[in-house]
């Protein structure tokens, strides 16, 4: 099966902060995506990337940036934590550009 | 712009009680629709993909729908392991053919009680 592993389960960060979330998957897909989720508001796109060293914004990408210097990983970057970036991080992949996407775990990232 | 809309927003069902789930949209040219399961503080779990009116899914106790502008998802005889959000998402054709990335709803919270 393939697998999608997301590095934390919980992250407790300061305003201001500089906040890595890593994210690996191990079947050689070729698309990564980053998500994340709210209460009342479902999940929201921040970027994607369909090759190594490509990125295409989301709908949310203010506040965000991401690498993805190797296929198998792709990471999530708060350059400046901030309260209102406190929520449920997905990651994900997909080999194709098709929806069956495969999610990680999450990281649950509090921001005080 | 693509929009996804799930009915109801929460569904408490008794053991046995099988009932729907509804995931209706609005999209230019619907490359797939998609259901996945998202158990509490997990990341959703692909269940079915949907290409066009007609098609049918099943899995288990549950079979997935589509018509032109809505999806079900039928659970039949639900067992309390079925307990989890359902999330509905569609994709759309780009003008090149491609895929747009995913829509997706915000989810229907079913609760089986035994």
């Known amino acids: 099966d393939v697998k999608v592993t997301q590095s934390s389960r919980y992250l407790v960060k300061r305003t201001g902060e500089k906040v890595f979330l890593e994210c690996v998957q191990d079947m050689d897909h070729e698309n990564m995506f980053w998500y994340r989720q709210d209460p009342g508001l479902g999940l929201r796109l921040i970027y994607f990337s369909y090759d190594v060293k490509m990125k295409e914004k989301g709908d949310i990408p203010e506040g965000y940036s991401v690498s993805r210097e190797k296929k198998e990983r792709f990471s999530l970057i708060l350059e400046s934590a901030s309260t209102n970036q406190t929520s449920m991080y997905l990651c994900a992949s997909s080999p194709d550009t098709l929806g069956g996407y495969t999610f990680g775990s999450g990281t649950r990232l509090t921001v005080v | 712009e ?75 005889a639900p067992k309390p392991e079925d307990s989890a959000t359902y999330l509905c998402a569609v994709q759309a054709v780009t003008s090149q053919g491609g895929s747009e990335k995913l829509v997706f709803g915000k989810g229907t919270k079913l609760t089986v009680n035994p």
Not at chain 2, 16 to 40: A, I
Not at chain 2, 63 to 74: D, P, Q, R, Y
Request: proline share 4%; charged share 30%; hydrophobic share 30%.
């Open chain 2, 2 to 76: 693509d929009q996804v809309t799930q009915s109801p927003e929460a569904l408490r069902l008794q053991e046995g009680e099988s009932s729907s789930l509804n995931c209706s949209y609005t999209v230019s040219g619907l490359r797939g629709l998609f259901w996945y399961r998202q158990d509490p503080g997990k990341g959703p779990e692909f269940l079915f993909t949907l290409y066009s009116a007609g098609e049918e899914k099943e899995k288990e106790r549950l079979k997935a729908t589509l018509t032109k502008k809505e999806s079900f998802l039928h659970i039949t």
